[in-house]
Structures are given as structure tokens and as C-alpha cells.
């Protein structure tokens, strides 16, 4: 929150730059007071924010459920709105329409000097005016003062939301899921985006017949709503299943689809911008462009995935190789600028920052986390919690102010009938098939209340209103932000205030320890002690269902784990022994500790496995020589709190746990089956 | 820091505007160049930080200890700035000058509207442009790119650092020294100033003499220069101070005369410029106007400390009536939102945001801290502190890299030298002689080892620059921006640098327990008990030489505390009777349970002040009801952690507690002599 709102904080320090001089007064005088008014309005945010937080504390201290902080900042929001659209009839000495200038042929280029008898000015584009609204300038001037750029919450506020999720995604459940959560999040987006938007061209057709469309509205159009809407935001009902304890399995599921449909609608989106098929016959079918459109969705995909995790990577083998974690503020500081920078660098590559930001805090939370210093671990979290949590209720009470301050909403009736119509159906398109598929796979069947749970749960937040209010130049694209906020107000306030009659509805049993199997299986040891066929069994069908996974389950163990961070294995023994140089040069001192305390014949009980895990680091010795008395690094306490979030997460499942044993060939020198 | 590096972001998200519509697409194509230009240099800084951060961390590692890392920033950022300026000879396709149009009168108006070919583009005010530089615009257009908004430093990277210095005050050291800091920082950087001002005032002369000088510059000006060089930031020997545990009273002088005399600078400068002599004669010696100067002074200081007391004290209240401990997340949220709108509030009302925010800063560290669940507490000062180390090493990298990509640098060594010589004179007569005032009244005597040991870290650092930078338009100002950068330069690299050797060449002792006082008084519970007649005889000197402060402190204690914070004595006990209802109304049940476990018998030992202080808290009952299970809100454990912080502050000196002790009349009911 503090980058957004310091944004508009920003717009105002442009309005009072030092260059206008002081001998002009008058503007200086202007600008002075544009930078006052900047701050009346951001004070306003920041006065809802803190009415929202106070009223959010209210409800949450009298257990009310059917009112999340998101919908309750809508609220406030729509209530401020009302307020500025209607409060302000007649607006003061303002309103004088800015002065204008011609020029004799295009394009607008970003910068414009400006001569005022002998003086120059520099303007900076701020964007095109309709025509239409040159004349509305000075009525509309207040309402304008409090819209922000729209590139600020792609730029400013959707990354530390975005990181946030990525980075706290670190749960067994998360893993377990993984499978199933890609396919929704690929496969069900590329579903749902296509569903809505044919359905949303027929609807435009009929708008068309009956005369209700008053401007150009293409199939591209159509196929763009369907992708940015098909970005599922949860968050009201993830809060409640939080609070609940609802199944973790449902919460993984959930809330892994709604932050990889995230990315996947954003790169789609752009796919469809870059739909552009050459020749007069525009917005028609044409294969080369809808093939490079596909490229452009693979390759800024992966371009992006790469970005992120390479930051992420590199993060990790700086806090493992550098004793950082001696200054957990050097550390929290490196680790803040590092992600960041993948944002940027993304951007600057012309790939997508959010996106790369994401997959970086995945990286982050899977790497990086385990080298950090215990402080650092609760600090970035912290930090990024916090951000997070401003962010999005800013968003969200934004989103509440847009409503009755936007100037160019077109509402369509038929338009937003026919949309909840279609995400309906297209999430429906989404969930069923897809769990059907996926069940035949699973062990763990995804039961139809679960279904039904993610069918309810298809609410639509802060991503779909970003990349919607993104573009709002044409009469499409304000049809569809317009419906885009109706949608988004619908869905958090019914959806999100029926989670909880819903989950009772569906039977769904709360009140589970996240920690714990939904079915105990005590067949953990046996399996590993290797004597009970039936989890041979099972084995292989979860080999065959998943061994793409199980094969980077394994790579990352071995290999990427012991490079990237103080736990897993000794190189020394998962490499070739030709490596053996290299290996014992990145491993770590601490990792020879981890085997020497495996092999001690004391340790070798059940948890066996857990121990060679990334659970086992020493807590004495060679560790603690780095921090002087001033730092208060304590070995003990890290490896402590290390210890028990590790053996949560490497409790994953039976099967992966047999499979890290086999990979390792250390324990338990069985036939490899890969 | 986020804020200030998002910024740019911004800028860039301008660049990109929705509204230059699809079909345009060589203004989109240019939108995006720029977008991702500004995100690479923005990456720039980053990775300059991360650089910096990685360098910093091997210093500490080593002990280095005569780079701080401000200093090592500002050499990555020297670096930089030599390869943008030398490292790009030839600029690339970028070089074409900006289109121009004109309007025959003036003045420049914030929006500008742009008529190309019947589009209408919305163009906001970036700044004059010196005539000289048109022509210039093509080569230099590189470096303006990594050239921020001078606003930025002001508005967006200073509140942090000045935030986190006045939370971070609440230390005895400080209290105890109260008085004198408030003497240097406000006596000290007034005689600075005006030393400074009319030493430079006869260098200007000088220059003109022996015709050094191109262009107009007036006494206000070096006045002004006197205002801004007057802005100590010691932050190098500060940290030198914390790392080697050196004397308790002098890291108080030091930091308190810094954090303060920020403020002081930044209204004095204000009020240098609202110095407008009316009539022809300006620049002359105007009566009225001078007034109306120290009336400005006055009222937006008074007005910005008001503000800023006002919001820590909201928010002290709000946390206080509120459960919202319960919630940490939110408590974070709610502080961090309404520290934040302190200085928008400020700045909205025409005073000085930073000022506010600084004084928001210590009220909150001094009240709403002490309602804040432990949580909270390690949030809030981990939040700020990264934020604040963030902004610093930003602002220090941003000036190594100001001095070779400023496109405006006036490098006079006639005034160069005269400013060294000048600051030099005025910190020393700002020192030496207050010391001395200081001392007449001081038990503690400002020792002599002590007074060099703060001559010599009369650093210069980011508010000096902030201030410099801000409006650099005219000759003067330009020159004057020069000579601050380089003055920082040298201060923070030479006296920086050689702090450790002064410190053992002025013999203060270091390694000392910081709380512990430099002479352990074994009278303070004899005060207590008013049987030693030489602490009473003590108490009467230091009555006499603060009275003001020592109402001031039992006002607090009796009064402020007990309505604003849960903790000091019940306000039934110490308001007049007739306030009964109100009385208990405002006092918090946990304060009755500090005055029962006052008269639990076992209790009354020699801790008894203590006990009845800020410390003593229940640990059970009342307080603990209101979280659920899953907030995790420890009472134990916040009282615990708050306990030990707070005896650490209630111990300040023997004499308040006598008088705390007295304050109260419930302990010791001997006669007042207030």
C-alpha cells in the first residue's frame, strides 16, 4: 500500500517542481495547491482504510463471518464516491478548463515543451481525452483528482499482493495438489476464457440485432473479457476457510488455482491484445497471427517464469554462500530489493512483472526461506503481509470509488446479464470436466461438494479490475470494465457472505488440524522400511499418474536443495563421483552434519526419513562461528523454528516420502523405478 | 524505500498511458520504450543497493569499520554516475528534441491539452526548462532519465528516515537530556544558521569583488544555505556509537540534536524563503518581513507538532479503547495508515509533513507503543526500520550518483571553501559556547571530550540534500546544491570515517552497558524512602534547573499516560474528585490492577517506584478475554516483553523518580513542592 498511495503522493510532487521558479507566482501558487488537494485526497483513502480496519476489528471481534475487510472496503468505498459524485454539485474556483495547444500532425510523444513568452515548460503526456469529455474538463475535474493512473495498480499494487500469495503458497497441501492445481489454472482458465467469450460475442450479436450497441465491439473484445475475468480471487471465502480450519486439501486446491489463474489470465490477455491479424481484413480469423498470439502467451510465460526464478535462485545462493543472516535488516533488505527486482527486470525484458513476481516468491518461500535467519523469516513475512494487506484493501476500496467516480461508465443491461450468465457457465465448464478428468487420476478423489465449493468459490477481485480498468480508451473496453465492477461487487458480497451457510450446506468438515492427513495413513514407516506390498502398489499408481512431478520431486531434493540452501543431502552423494570437487564446494558444512547425524545408529527410528529430509540441520558447530555478540543470531532458535516448518512441509505425503528415499540411494538402496 | 524507487515506476507507469489508444501505435510503441527504460534504470538502483548491501555485509563481517555503509552507497552510486556520463558518448535513436508549441501569455498552467489532428492529448506540467538547455535536451536526455523528482526525496523518502528516528527516541538517555538537546537544536542551529549565512554572505561579496560571481546571489540565499548545511546527520558515528557501545549521554546529545535539529532546519529554511520583502528594495533588511519570517517559523512548527502530537495521540487512544491487539495485522495496518496520514494531514493543512511526522513519531513510541500487542511492537519498529534503511542508502546512492549526472553543477572553490570554513565556525560556535551555557545548569557536565566528540560529527547527509535539491532553478540555488554535495561527501567520508580513531583519541569510553547510567547512584531508593537529606538537597538543584520539564513529566505521568495508554496510575487517584465519572470511564481496567498490586505488601520493596510506573502490568485476568484462539495475542508474554522495556525507560534518573513518586501522592505523601 505505502508505493500505491504514495503514487498519488507523487502526482503531486510533479505539480510543485522546483523549475517553475519563484518568480512565478502564480504557478507556483497552482502548483501548491495541487499538491495540497493530492494529499486531501490520499488523506481520504487512507481515512477509509482506517475506517475500514476499525469496523473489519468490530466484526471480526463479534464473529461476524458474512462481511470480509475486501467487501466491507467496497463499502466505504461506494459510500465516498456517493459522496464526491453527488456532495459537490458545484465545484469552487476550479474550474477552469486547462489551456490547449495545437500541433499539426501526429503521433503524441511523451514529452512536450511549451514556450510562454520566452519561457519553456515541460509537459509530460498524461493520456488521451475523449473529445467528448474536453467540454465535461471542468465539471468533471474533482472526480478526475481522485482517479489514479491505472498503470498503478498493475505497477505498484498487484506486485507485493501477487508476492505475498507466492510466497506464503510454502504448504504440503499446496505440493500434494499441484497436479490438479495447474490443470485448473492452465487448462480451466484456457476453458473458461474461451466459453465466456463466445458466449459474450453471442450476446454482443443480439446487442447488435436489437440495437442496443452503439459502437465497435469485436471478437477479440469478447475473448479478452473472457480472459481477465477468469481470474478467480477467493479471498473472502480463503479468510474464512483460514479461520474455520476448513479442509487443506479444498484450501490448496483454491487457493493454488486463484493465484496460478492469476498469471495465466494476464499472459492470455496480452495474448489477445497481441491478436492482431495483418491486412484490411482486421478482427477476423486469421492463423499466423492467432499462432504468434500463442507464442507470444508461451513465450512471455515462460519468459517470465524464468525471470523469477532466476531471481529466486539467486537470492538463494547469495543468503547460502554470504553469512547475511548475521543482520537480519542487511538480510530482510537484500531479500525486499532481490524480489523486486525481478519485477523490474521482467519489465524491462518486456516480459510480465507480475507474473515473474509470483513464480519469484514461490522460489523465495521454497529456497531462500531456508537460509534466512529466523528473524528474516518472520520479517519478510511481515513485511509482505502487511503490504499485502494495504494493497488489497485499497484495491478493493478503490474499486468501491470507481463505481460513482469513473467518468465513462456504459452500462448494458444485456451486456451484464449475459456476463454472469457466461462466468457462470464458464467456471462451471471449468470445474466439472475438469474434476472428472482429474479424479480419474487421483487417489484422493476431489469429492463433488469439493467441486461444488470451487464452483461457488469463483470470485472475481483485484486482478480482473486491474487489467480491466488497464485500457479503458474504447467503448468495449469501458463496457467491460463497467461489467467487471458489477461482476466484482456481486460476486465478493454474495459469494464471499455465503461462504460459510455454504460450507455447512455442503458439508464440508471444518475445525482441521492443518498439519494433519485428512487419512492418517500409518502406512508412513512401513513403506519406508520397505515390507508391505500394498504401498508398493499404490506406489506405482501414483508413479505413473504423476511422475513428472515425482522426477522434479526428486531433481529438486537431490540437486536443486542441497545447491540452493543449507538442507537436504550431501552433494557428495547424489552427484557423479567426476563432480565430486565441485560438489563438496557448494555444499554446505552444514549439510556433511545432516549425514553425520543420519548414520548415527540413535537416530535411525521411523522418522528416518524426516531426518534426511531438509528438516535435519546441526544445531551446533560450524554455523555460529559468523555472528559476533551484537547480533543475536541465535543458531539454536533458527534451526529450531527451521526445523518444525520443514517437517511440515517434507511430510508432504507417503509416496513422495518413499520416493525421497529411493532418490536419495541412501538409505534405502532399493531398484530406482525411473 | 519501496515508495521512493515505485516512483519511478510511476513515472514510467505515465509513460504508458490506456488512453493513447490501440491505434496509435507509435505513441504506444514509445510509451513502452519509456516504461521499460525507466524500469531498467530503476533496476539500477537496485541493484546498486543490493551491491551495496553485499559490500556492507563483508565490512561487518570484517570489522571494518571506516566505511559506514551511507558512505559505501554513495561511492556505487559515484561509480554509476561516471559510467552514465562518460560511458555513453554517442546516444542512440533516442536523441530527438521534444516537440514544442507555444502560448502567448502565461503563466504555465499543471494541464495542458494538445491538439494533434483532432485528438486531444492531456499533458501535465513537469517543470521549467532553462532556455539554455533546449538545445541541450537531445545529448542529456540519458541522464534526465535517471534524475528524479526532487519532491520525491521530500515527500517520499525522508518521512521514513524521519519516522523511524523519532519512534526510535524513546530511550532514558534522551529524556534525561532533554533540555539540552532542545537547546542545541534549537539555539544551535539558529546561531549556525545565521553564522553560516553572513560568513558565506561576505564570501559572495568577495567572489563579486574579484568578479567569481555570474549571476544574482542574495543574502536570503546564504541565509537559506546557512538553514540547510545546519542539518546535522551523524548516522555513520551513530552507528560506530551503537556497534562499540559507547556513552549512553553522548549517543542521546548526539541523535536528539540531529533527529531535532532536521526539524528546525526544514521550518527555518521555509521561513527563509517566505522572506519577501515587499516594494522594489528586495533583498534588503525589511522589518515587517522579518516578522512575518519568525512568524512563519512559529506557526509551522507549532502547527506541525500539533498535528503530529494529534495523530500519535488518536491512535494512542484508538488502540486503547479498541481490542485490537487481538489483531496484529490490523494494529500494524491501522498504525502504519495513521502515522502515514500525519503527514499528508500536514501537508494538506499548509504545514510541513516531515516535521509532523517526526513529532507523530515520538508520541507514538511514547504512547501507542506501550498499547501495542508484542507483535505489533516488533512489526511496527522491524517495518520502519527497513523501510528507513531502505530510504537512507537510497538517498545516499542517489547523491554520489547526483554529482555526475546533475545537469546543473556550479563549481565555485572560492565558495566551496568558504562553506567549508563556514560550517566548520558555525558548528563551533554553535557547540562550544551553548556547552557551556548548558553546563552552568547540568549536574552531568557536557564534558570536554564530549563537546569535540560532537564538533567533529557535525555530518551533513539526506535532509541537507533533500533540501538542496528542491529547488535548484536559480544560480544561487544551483550553486549551492553543489557545494551541499560535496560537503556531505566529505563529512560523511572523512569525519565518518574517523570516528573510531576520535573516539580513542578523545578517550570516551565505549563498551558500556547501555542501561546502565554512567554513575550507578546507589541513593535512589533512599530518595524514595525521603530519608537522605543529600538527594533532597540534589533534587532542589535539578528542580530548579528544569521545573519546566519536570511538570511537563508529571503531567504525563499522572495524566496523559493514564488516558492515552493502559499503564501509570489510575486517574481516579490523580484527577479531582468531581471528575469521578470521567475518571473511571478513561482508565483502563488494568490500570486498577497496577494500584492493587501496588498495595499487595509482598510488593513494596525497593521496586515500589517501578512497580507503580509504566511497568507493572497484570499478567492475568481482564485483559486476556478478548482474543480467540487463533490471534495468538500472549498476554504473559506482552508483559513480559513490555515490562522489561519499560523499567528500562522508568529508570531515567533518580530524581523523577522522586518525583514521579511525589507526583502521584499515593506512595509518598510528602509536601509537593510544585
Redo the contacts between chains.
Keep these: ?7 498519488m ?14 518568480e ?1 507566482l ?2 507556483e501558487k ?2 501548491e495547491e ?3 488537494q493530492d ?2 485526497n ?2 481520504t483513502f ?2 477509509l ?2 475506517l475500514t ?2 469496523t ?3 466484526f ?2 463479534r ?1 461476524v463471518r458474512f462481511l470480509h475487510e475486501t467487501g466491507l472496503a467496497m463499502i466505504y468505498g461506494l459510500l465516498v464516491g456517493v459522496i464526491l459524485r453527488y456532495g459537490n454539485p458545484a465545484t469552487s474556483h476550479h474550474n477552469r ?35 467528448r469529455d ?1 467540454h465535461n474538463v471542468e465539471q468533471n475535474d474533482m472526480l478526475r483528482k481522485v482517479t489514479f ?4 495498480f ?3 499494487l498487484l506486485p507485493p499482493i501477487i508476492f505475498h500469495a507466492g510466497y506464503s503458497l510454502k504448504k504440503k497441501h499446496f505440493f500434494r495438489n499441484l497436479g490438479s492445481i495447474l490443470t485448473y489454472a492452465f487448462l480451466g482458465t484456457a476453458v473458461s476464457c474461451f466459453v465466456i467469450g463466445n458466449l459474450m460475442y453471442g450476446v454482443v450479436k443480439l446487442m447488435q440485432v436489437v440495437g442496443q450497441l452503439s459502437d465497435k465491439f469485436y471478437y477479440t473484445d469478447c475473448l479478452f473479457f473472457g480472459a481477465i475475468i477468469s481470474a478467480t480471487d477467493p479471498v473472502t471465502v480463503l479468510a474464512i476457510f483460514n ?1 474455520l480450519h476448513a479442509d487443506g486439501d479444498l484450501y490448496a486446491l483454491l487457493f493454488g488455482e486463484s493465484v496460478m489463474n492469476d498469471a495465466v489470465a494476464i499472459v492470455l490477455s496480452s495474448s489477445i ?1 497481441a491478436y492482431q491479424p495483418r491486412g484490411a481484413n482486421t478482427h477476423m480469423f486469421d492463423a499466423s497471427a492467432f499462432f504468434k498470439s500463442v507464442g507470444v502467451f508461451l513465450g512471455i510465460f515462460s519468459g517470465s517464469f524464468m525471470m523469477g526464478a532466476a531471481t529466486g535462485v539467486v537470492t538463494a545462493l ?1 543468503t547460502k554462500f ?3 543472516h ?2 537480519p ?2 538480510e ?3 531479500f ?3 524480489s ?2 525481478t519485477f ?2 521482467a ?2 525484458c ?1 516480459f510480465t ?1 507480475v507474473v515473474s513476481v509470483l513464480f519469484c516468491g514461490i522460489t523465495q518461500a521454497h529456497y531462500t526461506y531456508n537460509n534466512l535467519s529466523v528473524e528474516s523469516t ?2 519478510t513475512k ?2 509482505f ?3 499485502h ?2 494493497a488489497e ?1 485499497f484495491i478493493f476500496s478503490y474499486m468501491g470509488l470507481a463505481l460513482f467516480t469513473f467518468q465513462n461508465h456504459i452500462f448494458s443491461p444485456i451486456f451484464i446479464t449475459g456476463a454472469f450468465v457466461a462466468i457462470f457457465l464458464g467456471r462451471a465448464l471449468n470445474i466439472y470436466p475438469l474434476s472428472f478428468l482429474l479424479n480419474l487420476g487421483r487417489r484422493h478423489k476431489i469429492k463433488g461438494n469439493f467441486q461444488h465449493m470451487m464452483m461457488f468459490a469463483g470470485l472475481r477481485g483485484a486482478m480482473a479490475f486491474a487489467l480491466a480498468i ?5 467503448y468495449a473496453r469501458q463496457m467491460i470494465f463497467t461489467t467487471t465492477l458489477l461482476i466484482v461487487f456481486f460476486t465478493v458480497w454474495v459469494f464471499g457472505g455465503g461462504t460459510t451457510p455454504m460450507l455447512s450446506w455442503l458439508h464440508i468438515r471444518v475445525g482441521v488440524d492443518p498439519d494433519q492427513d485428512p487419512q492418517p495413513s500409518a502406512d508412513t514407516f512401513q513403506v519406508l522400511q520397505g515390507d508391505a506390498p500394498r504401498a508398493e502398489g499404490q506406489s506405482k499408481t501414483k508413479q505413473e499418474s504423476a511422475w513428472l512431478f515425482r522426477m522434479w520431486y526428486t531433481f529438486d531434493h537431490n540437486y536443486l536443495k542441497p545447491i540452493l540452501t543449507h538442507s537436504g543431502p550431501p552433494l557428495a552423494s547424489t552427484l557423479p563421483g567426476y563432480c565430486g570437487p565441485l560438489a563438496s564446494c557448494l555444499t554446505s558444512p552444514r549439510a556433511y552434519e545432516n549425514q553425520e547425524q543420519l548414520r548415527d545408529p540413535d537416530r535411525s527410528d521411523g522418522d528416518l526419513s524426516f531426518t534426511f529430509g531438509d528438516a535435519a540441520i546441526a544445531t551446533n558447530g560450524l554455523s555460529g562461528d ?1 555472528c ?1 555478540g ?1 547480533t543475536g543470531w541465535n543458531s539454536n532458535g533458527k534451526r529450531g523454528g527451521s526445523t518444525s516448518e520443514e517437517a511440515l512441509e517434507r511430510e508432504l505425503d507417503s509416496r513422495e516420502q518413499e520416493l525421497l528415499s529411493r532418490g536419495t540411494r541412501l538409505v534405502f538402496p532399493i531398484e530406482d523405478p525411473i
Excluded at 149 to 152: A, K
Aim: include cysteine.
Design positions: 500500500m505505502i508505493p500505491m498511495l504514495m503514487m503522493k507523487v502526482m503531486a510532487a510533479s505539480g510543485q517542481e522546483d523549475a517553475a521558479g519563484l512565478d502564480a504557478t497552482e502548483a495541487s499538491h495540497r494529499s486531501v490520499l488523506l487512507i481515512l482504510l482506517t480496519i476499525l473489519i476489528w468490530l471480526k471481534h464473529r478548463s486547462p489551456p490547449s495547444c495545437s500541433l499539426a500532425k501526429g503521433p503524441a510523444r511523451s514529452s512536450l515543451l511549451l514556450n510562454i513568452s520566452g519561457k519553456f515548460f515541460e509537459y509530460t503526456l498524461k493520456g488521451e481525452i475523449d473529445s474536453i493512473d491505472p498503470e498503478v498493475f505497477n505498484i479461520e491484445m547469495v554470504t553469512k547475511l548475521c543482520f535488516l542487511l530482510t533488505g537484500l525486499f530489493l532481490m523486486w527486482s523490474l527486470l519489465e524491462a518486456g512483472g518472520k520479517r511481515q513485511l503481509e502487511v503490504l494487506f494495504l484493501n488497464r485500457d479503458t480508451a474504447t559468523c559476533g551484537t
